[in-house]
């Protein structure tokens, strides 16, 4: 737990792949044995109480026989190319269409 200049106190959770776990490519859904690398994603979450969490997220780029290209692995969490997890984008999407759906009053200001 880390502490900022805003005084937010902060979790950077590190999630690395589970060797017993085969990797599914990205491209064709199908298990792939062949690792090409690993590169490093960092992910927001929904906060934990009063922390806000940082995901350091491993993840492995293989080798498809299948699609005969270097995929990076399909996480479930997460949507490809996307920097929060698929939760917190559910929670922010509820959210505002909660928000949007209430009934508002125009400013005094703008009726004058």
Not at 48 to 73: D, M, N, P
């Amino acid at each position: 737990m880390h502490g900022d200049s805003t005084g937010m106190e902060s979790a950077l959770i590190s999630v690395v792949p589970d060797r017993l776990c085969t990797p599914v490519c990205s491209g064709c859904d199908e298990s792939v044995r062949s690792l090409h690398s690993k590169s490093m994603r960092w992910v927001r979450d929904l906060r934990f109480g009063s922390h806000e969490v940082l995901l350091e997220v491993t993840q492995r780029r293989l080798r498809c026989a299948t699609c005969r290209g270097i995929r990076t692995e399909r996480l479930d969490f997460v949507a490809p190319h996307s920097r929060v997890t698929n939760r917190l984008a559910h929670y922010i999407a509820g959210r505002s269409r909660m928000i949007s759906s209430r009934p508002t009053r125009p400013s005094r200001s703008l009726m004058s």
